[in-house]
Antibody, heavy 118, light 107 residues
């Protein structure tokens, strides 16, 4: 079955760029949307954005100016970049497969913790 | 508005029925999906669309919608259903917000 695995630095300095990659295994990245979601410590889920396998994107308006999501179909991976990070960006970051039409997230990665600190 | 509102906490006696609600203007036009999250774990999809359960989700979980309110109902709640539950939907601007989450306690 399809599995997702997030990877990237666990510690990022303030004002720098957070970069994460999600590797899709057990299935193709084609024909789906692929989302990033985050969860600050002790708080709820926040949708960051998604990318279609063809490259079209949609971002949370509150993060849009700082977010870039890209896809590499040859590697079955998609990535998140979040610029100018602050302590408020400290969170568990999840990647998820997103099914079109109803836009539900049916397969999730285990999540990776990113801490923003100097 | 793209905001989805959930009660912060709900409790239910073991074996009884509980309804968790999610309110928002966007729900008049779009279905919600529901996610269960246990401590230290990734969320799990439990309901999507009109009332669809992914494979492996028990049939005691069901979904419904009326007006600006989507509901997740657990009929015969079990101890293992104790978790946080989040709704998610889209709005007309293309945003996909989550509700604030409901902590379900099974007594």
């Amino acid at each position: 079955q399809v599995q997702l695995q997030e990877s990237g630095p666990g510690l990022v300095k303030p004002s720098e760029t957070l970069s994460l990659t999600c590797t899709v295994s057990g299935g193709s990245i084609s024909s789906y949307y692929w989302s990033w979601i985050r969860q600050p410590p002790g708080k709820g889920l926040e949708w960051i954005g998604y990318i279609y396998y063809s490259g079209s994107t949609n971002y949370n308006p509150s993060l849009k100016s700082r977010v870039t999501i890209s896809v590499d179909t040859s590697k079955n991976q998609f990535s998140l970049k979040l610029s100018s990070v602050t302590a408020a960006d400290t969170a568990v970051y999840y990647c998820a497969r997103t099914v079109a039409y109803y836009y539900y997230m049916d397969v999730w990665g285990k999540g990776t913790t990113v801490t923003v600190s100097s | 508005s793209s905001e989805l509102t959930q009660d912060p906490a709900v409790s239910v006696a073991l074996g009884q029925t509980v309804r968790i609600t999610c309110q928002g203007d966007s729900l008049r036009s779009y279905y919600a999906s529901w996610y269960q999250q246990k401590p230290g774990q990734a969320p799990v999809l439990v309901i999507y669309g009109k009332n669809n359960r992914p494979s492996g989700i028990p049939d005691r979980f069901s979904g419904s919608s009326s007006g600006n309110t989507a509901s997740l109902t657990i009929t015969g709640a079990q101890a293992e259903d104790e978790a946080d539950y989040y709704c998610n939907s889209r709005d007309s601007s293309g945003n996909h917000p989550f509700g604030g989450g409901t902590k379900l306690t099974v007594l």
